[in-house]
């Protein structure tokens, strides 16, 4: 039987397979409309062969005791989220010390970058996790989503 614990959404979220048609209880897997408790499966017909196999996949190396992973703070301080990015490293050739806010100042102040990003750089008192100009230098610099959820963890920790 493979019971379903409170870390399965994440992931499936991490397996890229969020939004599928799965369902589940905590009981076990819903693949359309026969519930998984036993050992064996019924894969919704939508599925394609690949997103069978990857989902069978989650489901065999799932941990039920596992534990829900801790939801990044929805928003954080001016100073707890630049602080967090001046204690990340960031990759950058010939820059060994180069650090996440480095990255950012750095793009900001490219001719190309938009002004408003720049004054709510500026202005902001506090970021909001799912703030455009956030998100959208984040993407520009390669940082995933998973990546800004990390860094908000880590903001929220600090304290001034």
């Known amino acids: 039987m493979n019971i379903i614990g409170p870390s399965f959404p994440s992931e499936?979220?991490?397996?890229?397979?969020?939004?599928l048609p799965i369902s589940w209880n905590p009981d076990g897997v819903n693949f359309g409309d026969v519930v998984h408790l036993d050992g064996t499966m019924t894969l919704n017909a939508a599925l394609s062969p690949e997103n069978r196999a990857a989902v069978e996949a989650v489901v065999a190396a799932h941990d039920p005791t596992a534990p829900a992973p801790t939801a990044a703070p929805d928003a954080v301080s001016r100073y707890?989220?630049?602080?967090?990015?001046?204690?990340?490293?960031?990759?950058?050739?010939?820059?060994?010390?180069?650090?996440?806010f480095d990255a950012f100042e750095s793009l900001l102040a490219e001719p190309a970058t938009p002004a408003y990003y720049r004054r709510a750089w500026d202005e902001l008192q506090v970021f909001e996790r799912r703030g455009a100009m956030l998100n959208a230098v984040a993407d520009v610099l390669g940082l995933?989503?998973?990546?800004?959820?990390s860094l908000f963890l880590f903001a929220e920790s600090l304290k001034a």
């Open 144 to 149: 995933p989503g998973e990546g800004l959820d």
């Open 12 to 19: 499936l979220a991490a397996a890229g397979l969020w939004g």
């Open 80 to 100: 707890q989220v630049r602080e967090a990015m001046r204690l990340t490293p960031f990759l950058k050739e010939g820059r060994p010390d180069w650090t996440l």
